[in-house]
């Protein structure tokens, strides 16, 4: 919710367990936990049909009427809400039953927001809040630019919003909203296109964006920054660094930010995460890649976990390895060989009850119990 992908209870994953998933198709959504559920302890979509399941079996739970894949799946303790990619959006009761269908007019976002009686989501061109109980539209946020990222504050409440021009040339904006949708501050950022995921941390906010052009490459400069003040009308930016790569995702485990991305320039990959202080901006640590970071950079409080597929063209039996690395200094802690997924996962999720990580294959009908 709050943009940090934090998880919580989880170590380095030693072993895998596979589990063949109720439908034939492959997923089109991450898993999502069920929570306070007794038996059932994930929910995923495949095309427009929900499976859910434990790490022992799974089944179908409902196949919509809406032919639209289901791109997101929302969970709280008794229903599920799916989220298509034509816009629909539907109720599920933990038993199948659908409580309510409605539209949403534009290209749906992923990063939804579930609140007590709101399903706060974004398209390419609004925010729109649903009424949890009947479906109906509670408010909508609209904007020149379009909607980037997507995150609330646990503790105020408060809806931040990343809109862009898709212009490193032009000024993106981070908005500030109220649960009931009043816009109460905006910030615009010159010459900037924001490129991750937004990050509350320690008070601030962190982002990854593209700025100006270098002067003898003409390349667009990627980097990392940390504002604080966004929500109070004085924004300041705390700190500022360069990297190499496009930053795509921004984690934090309460200690650290840690930045994540890769790009390719003449047909050289340049890949990598890097950790840094929150207070003071140094660099703890950084680490670079042979092959592309695509995914996002989950973190637990001790550990950072990548997800590296490798092309067919590598001389590895495995093609898709998790890499666990330590965050006190940014070594390998462990790589776990994920036999038998190809192409890669969907984001993955942590089941703090079993203490394990889990995702879901991006071409085969299948998910992943990545086990300590």
């Known amino acids: 919710m709050d943009g940090t992908h934090l998880i919580s209870r989880v170590g380095a994953p030693q072993s895998v367990q596979v589990l063949q998933l109720g439908s034939k198709e492959a ?12 038996t059932l302890l994930f929910a995923i979509a ?3 049909t929900i499976s859910v399941g434990s790490t022992r079996s799974c089944r179908i739970l409902a196949r919509s009427t809406d032919q ?6 929302v969970a709280d303790s008794v229903s599920l809400y799916a989220l298509h990619l034509n816009g629909a959006v539907e109720k599920f009761s933990l038993d199948g039953k659908l409580e309510w269908h409605t539209i949403i007019s534009g290209l749906p976002k992923l990063g ?5 009686k709101l399903l706060i989501t974004s398209t390419d061109s609004a925010v729109v809040a649903i009424n949890t109980s009947d479906g109906s539209a509670q408010w909508q946020y609209h904007s020149t630019l379009h909607p980037v990222s997507l995150c609330q504050d646990p503790k105020s409440s408060i809806i931040y ?15 500030c909203l109220t649960p009931e949708g009043t816009s109460i501050s905006r910030t615009g950022f010159a010459k900037t296109r924001i490129t991750s995921n937004l990050c509350l941390i320690a008070g601030g906010i962190a982002f990854g964006y593209l700025s100006g052009a270098d002067t003898t490459s003409q390349r ?18 705390t700190w500022d660094h360069a990297l190499p790569y496009i930053v795509s995702s921004v984690s934090s485990n309460g200690k650290s930010i840690i930045s994540g991305g890769f790009r390719e320039t003449e047909g050289e990959i340049i890949s990598g995460i890097d950790a840094f202080a929150i207070s003071d901006s140094a660099t703890l640590w950084k680490r670079r890649f042979s092959y592309p970071l695509v995914s996002v950079v989950t973190v637990s409080p001790a550990y950072a976990y990548i997800p590296f597929t490798f092309s067919t063209q590598a001389t590895i039996s495995t093609k898709t390895v998790l890499s666990t690395i330590d965050l006190s200094d940014g070594k390998t802690y462990n790589e776990l060989p994920i036999d038998g ?7 993955g999720v942590a089941i703090p009850a079993e203490g394990m ?7 085969l009908p299948q998910v992943y119990f990545l086990k300590p």
């Open 357 to 363: 990580l889990m995702y879901a294959d991006r071409s």
């Open 341 to 347: 997924a190809m192409t890669g996962f969907a984001q």
């Open 112 to 116: 939804s927001i579930l609140t007590t």
């Open 161 to 175: 919003v990343a809109l862009t021009a898709n212009d490193a040339t032009a000024s993106d904006t981070i908005s």
């Open 68 to 73: 639209s894949p289901i791109t997101e799946l």
């Open 46 to 48: 495949q095309g427009n």
């Open 220 to 237: 667009k400069t990627a980097r990392l920054c940390y504002w604080s003040g966004v929500t109070t009308f004085a924004p300041k930016r």
């Open 27 to 38: 997923p089109t959504t991450s898993p999502v936990i069920l929570p306070n559920a007794d």
